[in-house]
């Protein structure tokens, strides 16, 4: 079968989505107990299978789906299959230095890159155009900030290494040092509106409020 030719918004552009093999006890760990390992998994994949379909479905540039542990999750082998979806490995200790090595390796190939999570459904196509429109009109940075410190994406004409080294990942703080460290390299920065994710049982109460559906799930 051939894989279909796509014109794009912004064909100098690519879209790396950093996304975990939906494996019982390693995602969505902050969901248990109330929700067992595998219901965690399943909320994992479903959220990462929706981000999946968001950026194909809005054609703004190529994709490449970053995977860890490894490549060889039947998830993986199955998004790359049915959304043509380039697939490459996370690499580097620590997640700073896999979203660094991520940009480092994109940008050899392509003019400026995105990158973002597969756990934000308040992520839209014209966040992603937004984005994508800034670095292409010149700004050096676009973050999308989260209500809950962090990002949720991250964007960049170059590799900024200042902005993955020494982070305080996982605390509410990582938001506004990256602020502070693009200040310093005195970068052009463009935001996007606040957004939120799903780490916690209430997060994932919010979402499926969101989508307007009721939650096929039950706690355990």
């Not at 490459?88 to 990158?115: I, V, W």
């Amino acid at each position: 079968m051939h894989t279909p030719i796509v014109s794009y918004q912004y064909p100098g552009a690519v879209l790396l989505i950093f996304c975990k093999a939906p494996v019982p006890g390693q995602v969505k760990t902050r969901l248990t107990p109330a929700l067992t390992p595998e219901q965690a998994a399943d909320v994992h994949r479903e959220l990462a299978s929706r981000t999946i379909q968001l950026a194909v479905d809005s054609r703004l540039c190529p994709i490449r789906l970053c995977c860890a542990p490894t490549m060889e999750h039947p998830f993986f082998s199955a998004a790359a299959a049915s959304y043509g979806l380039v697939l490459q490995q996370q690499q580097g200790e620590g997640l700073g230095a896999r979203m660094a090595c991520a940009f480092r390796m994109a940008l050899e190939d392509y003019r400026y890159a995105l990158l973002i999570g597969c756990d934000c459904p308040s992520l839209t196509p014209d966040d992603l155009e937004s984005a994508l429109s800034a670095l292409s009109q010149g700004c050096d940075c676009v973050l999308g900030p989260a209500e809950d410190g962090g990002y949720v994406l991250i964007g960049a004409n170059r590799l900024y290494q200042p902005l993955f080294d020494d982070m305080p990942w996982g605390s509410p703080l990582v938001l506004a040092a990256t602020r502070e460290r693009i200040r310093q390299l005195r970068l052009r920065l463009h935001e996007l509106p606040l957004q939120w994710d799903i780490d916690t049982p209430e997060d994932l109460a919010r979402y499926r409020s969101h989508i307007n559906c009721p939650s096929p799930i039950a706690p355990a």
